[in-house]
């Protein structure tokens, strides 16, 4: 089954068996291994990525939906001028410990601080529900939400 | 003293974060090799049963498979820590639902589906032990039989179903409770629970022509594994390479080997290489989670709040092999002597097999166990004897000099200070705020395990510096915090350095991502190491700038003296004309701790090791009708001697905190019948960001007199406490007193209910 989508802003092509999940494809043919493979049942938030925009669990996705559409992983979010704000935000927090979470998280922040610039912690807190992070206990990922978020505002 | 310091001692980011927030940084779960097939193993679906017929003809014939393999293809050998009682494949018999029966290798994970569904496996079901109860039972069926024939240390003390007792026995307990005006008796229970890693346990194998095989997988303990692998392959271990690549966390349950012998026997059948992977509901049924328990405890006091004498066993279900039940049961002794001054103790431990999946080591082995046990039955004594719980602790407390509970004697004791501090952020004086709401204190002390560790580090012709050691980045940052050190004593910045890791054939020898010990042990390495470095810089520098050696100072990437200087880079250059390059290989071997030998039997961990002490008070609410548990504030004062790098261990503490919250009010892996009725994310429930409170961490720092700067272990200690602090806290709010994990919202209302029927 031939799949072609545009990845990160480039149009790619793979051939992947019908039952493969976008994550699989993203992962095992497009290389592309920053979003995880945690769960594989829509669980823990490892695998976000954008489809046309939206965030998805790319591991409830199935390849051959993403025919013809974009999406965006966390490896698109680092442009030449070095880290995304968000990135940068992790970081300097100290919100990575094992860091298999991380992808998921960054990219699911980078949603919420879209839709909303400074929302407020508990808002924060409902909109990463679905992100599973077993190191942090999650505080200075919040820590690195506000941080992101007030670098990024308008000044 | 820290002030002085430019590296340690400072909350500086991560050497590995700038590849984890990219998403480039690779994990075992990511690592792949051309031509790479997918293995898979076929799991027992009942709890103990023989098997009777096991053909796999059908499912090697199928279409995309290359490799099926049971029993019948790998070396009959039994393996295993302290106690080799484990196998690769379930051989005659089945004796958990989930033991390995056979494994595949298939060009897709489909393929390699199909090929577990056609495999033909027969069993005839045998009487099973689904609880401590029934494998103590007089009479009760041997889970296995041969138990005696089996390898052991000598050590163990083993008995049927018990694959190990451990005994501390200090005083006369008897006469301890003689002297008591009150003896208090209770009984607690823990459930079994799993550590959570985000990613899944996950190996790729590969061969060379030359026989050799090479692992890359996240564990924990890449030496450990290779020494394994060596057993069950029947190799020497130099022809086994483990290389550990990123490690998507591990609490613990990645110590053992457990898909990287899959790996390996599939890739040489099959002759490509394999990638092992487990699924969320192999992690949930078979592999390495905390031991459930019983608890008992009878301790004596006298009527000003004295502890004359204990007496406690715990019975912890290790599952249907050893796994590390004979030394958990060990440490747990310690545990339940709590960190108190009781001059009678009679305490055991025992580790005993059932039909359930083989338990390991989890954050803490024992750790949240036993102190759950021991915290909540401090709190029933002190409400009994109308003693504040914080002045019935501070009457009982070690403090500095204090012998330990196997003789030793404890040095760098800041429990006082913790519990004092974290009783006022917690603002104990209003212990019960208002209706349903309540405050709970617990405390305890843990262990920084010993071992050895090896650094290679070489600098660079830039002046920079390569860290090679054998210890694996987990997650903990412990890498970070030993590369601290390092650049401390080296004059450099933490950004010079370059960290090569775990990997068994070329970084030197290291015990492991284990026990809190990495940070403290690769840290004191990186000291040895840097002390001869600066030998070798010195004496080079000495010739070439006309000095003697002693006048010199290494700083800021110089080293000078009389007001001569030489660059860190020209020297390394230097030694590359004249001698090999600047490199030392740095070790450490932490010091036996002494103990009185004559209070242990049977015992594999008679001390801890620059020991840690904490303590953990929480604020709480707790919903009348429904019984749920609403955490307002939660706090935590840890010695950890010295904080090499302070938002790291916040971190350990913060996490820490989480997981054991999880462990206390919601999570279990829940059998019946044999069967884990909740194998899955969905049902066996972990905290989210929404159920974890914010945490206070208050450090405070009596050096140890091992550790780099005084530090001692932080990653494992804040798992502890956080069941007795709530169970204390929920009993403060409403009255009701669980004595058993986890402390769902049901057993709560439960509670309160007969509490107004009680009460009516
Ligand atoms: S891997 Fe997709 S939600 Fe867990
Ligand atoms: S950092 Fe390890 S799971 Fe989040």
């Not at chain 2, 006091?301 to 050893?322: E, H, Q, S, Y």
């Not at chain 2, 204190?441 to 050895?452: I, K, V």
């Not at chain 2, 290679?456 to 890498?479: C, H, M, Q, R, S």
């Amino acid at each position: 089954m031939r799949v072609r989508v545009r990845v990160n802003g480039e149009w790619r092509e793979a051939d992947p068996w019908e039952g493969t999940s976008l994550l699989s494809m993203l992962r095992d043919e497009l290389g592309l291994p920053g979003s995880k493979n945690a769960c594989e049942q829509g669980e823990c938030g490892s695998c976000s990525v954008w489809l046309d925009g939206e965030l998805v669990c790319s591991c409830l996705v199935l390849a051959a939906q993403a025919d013809d559409r974009d999406v965006r992983t966390v490896e698109g979010l680092a442009g030449d001028g070095g880290l995304h704000p968000v990135q940068e935000a992790f970081l300097e927090a100290g919100a990575v410990q094992c860091g298999f979470c991380t992808p998921g998280l960054i990219v699911a922040v980078t949603d919420l601080l879209a839709q909303d610039p400074s929302p407020s912690e508990a808002m924060v807190r409902e909109a990463l529900s679905g992100n599973l992070c077993r190191c942090t206990g999650y505080q200075k990922i919040l820590d690195a939400v506000r941080l992101a978020a007030e670098r990024m505002a308008p000044r | 003293m820290a002030d002085r310091m430019r590296v340690v001692g400072k909350s500086l980011a991560r050497v590995d974060a700038p590849g984890k927030v990219s998403g480039t940084a690779i994990y075992a779960a990511d690592f792949a090799l051309p031509g790479m097939l997918c293995g898979k193993v076929l799991r027992s679906t009942l709890p103990h049963a023989r098997i009777t017929r096991l053909d796999v003809t059908r499912a090697a014939a199928l279409p995309g498979v290359r490799a099926v393999i049971t029993a019948a293809d790998v070396p009959d050998v039994r393996y295993g820590g302290g106690l080799k009682d484990e196998t690769a494949f379930a051989k005659d018999k089945v004796r958990y639902m989930g033991q390995p029966v056979a494994a595949v290798a298939a060009a897709t994970p489909e393929a390699a589906e199909a090929a577990l569904a056609a495999i033909d496996v027969v069993y005839e079901p045998l009487p099973a032990v689904l609880d401590l109860e029934a494998a103590l039972a007089p009479g009760a069926p041997l889970i296995h039989e041969a138990w005696e024939s089996y390898t052991a240390i000598p050590i163990l003390h083993r008995e049927g179903n018990v694959c190990n007792r451990a005994r501390i026995v200090a005083g006369d307990v008897e006469r301890g409770f003689e002297e008591a005006d009150r003896v208090f008796e209770h009984r607690f229970r823990t459930g079994m629970v799993h550590q959570g890693y985000t990613e899944p346990r996950a190996a790729v194998a590969s061969w060379d022509s030359s026989g050799q095989v090479t692992v890359w997988s996240n564990t924990q303990l890449p030496f450990e594994v290779q020494n394994t692998l060596a057993e069950i392959l029947q190799m020497p271990p130099s022809k086994i390479r483990v290389v550990v690549p990123g490690v998507g966390g591990g609490f613990g349950g990645k110590l053992r080997v457990g898909v990287e012998h899959f790996a390996a026997f599939l890739a040489r059948k099959s002759g490509r290489p394999v990638r092992v992977a487990t699924t969320s509901e192999e992690e949930l049924t078979a592999a390495y989670p905390r031991q459930g328990s019983i608890v008992e405890l009878k301790t004596g006091v006298t009527k000003d709040g004295r502890i004359t004498a204990k007496a406690g066993r715990i019975w912890l279900d290790t599952g249907a092999f050893a796994g590390s039940g004979p030394g958990v049961a060990s440490v747990a002794t310690l545990v339940l002597a709590g960190p108190y001054k009781i001059p009678n103790l009679y305490l055991e431990g025992f580790a005993v097999y059932t039909n359930k999946t083989n338990c390991g080591s989890f954050r803490a082995p024992s750790g949240p166990q036993a102190n759950f046990a021991v915290e909540s039955q401090m709190d029933i004594i002190a409400d009994a004897l109308d003693l504040d719980p914080l002045e019935f602790r501070l009457r009982n407390i070690v403090r500095e000099g204090d012998e330990g509970p196997t003789g030793q004697v404890l040095n760098g004791v800041g429990l006082e200070e913790c519990l004092l501090k974290a009783t006022a952020a917690i603002g104990w004086k209003d212990r019960r705020p208002g209706p349903g709401r309540g405050k709970g204190l617990a405390c305890g002390w843990w262990t920084t395990t010993g071992g050895s560790s090896g650094v290679y580090v070489k600098i660079n012709p830039d002046g920079t510096v390569a860290l090679n050691t054998g210890a694996a980045e987990i997650g903990t940052a412990a890498i970070t915090g030993a590369a601290q050190v390092l650049a401390e004593e080296l004059g450099i910045d933490l950004t010079d350095i370059s960290v090569v890791a775990a990997d068994t054939f070329s970084t030197p020898f290291d015990f492991g991502a284990q026990g809190s010990r990495t940070a403290f042990a690769v840290g004191n390495a990186c000291l040895a190491a840097a002390a001869d470095l600066k030998r070798q810089i010195f004496a080079l520098a000495a010739g070439q700038l006309g000095v003697e050696p002693d006048a010199l100072t290494l700083a800021d990437k110089h080293v000078a003296a009389d007001g001569k200087r030489l660059s860190l880079a020209d020297v390394a250059r230097l030694s590359q004309q004249t001698g090999g390059g600047l490199i030392a290989h740095g070790t450490f071997i932490a010091p036996p701790t002494p103990y009185d030998t004559k209070r242990v039997e049977g015992h594999v961990y008679p001390a801890f090791h620059s020991p840690s002490f904490h303590a953990h008070a929480v604020d709480l609410s707790v919903d009348p009708q429904t019984g749920e548990v609403t955490i307002h504030k939660y706090v935590v004062a840890q010695d950890v001697g010295f904080a090499i790098n302070p938002t790291y261990i916040e971190g350990q503490i913060e996490g820490g905190v989480a997981q054991g919250l999880g462990q206390t009010l919601s999570e279990e892996i829940i059998y019946e019948g044999g069967r884990v009725l909740n194998p899955n994310l969905t049902d066996y429930k972990m905290p989210t960001t929404l159920d974890v409170p914010r945490v206070e961490s208050i450090l405070v720092q009596h050096p140890s007199l091992v550790g780099p700067h005084g530090a001692k272990g932080v990653g494992e200690p804040p798992n502890i406490e956080p069941p007795a602090a709530v169970a204390n806290a929920v009993a403060a709010a409403t009255g009701v007193r669980i004595t058993s994990l986890p402390i769902t919202a049901e057993k709560i209302a439960l509670g309160l209910v007969d509490a107004r029927a009680g009460g009516a």
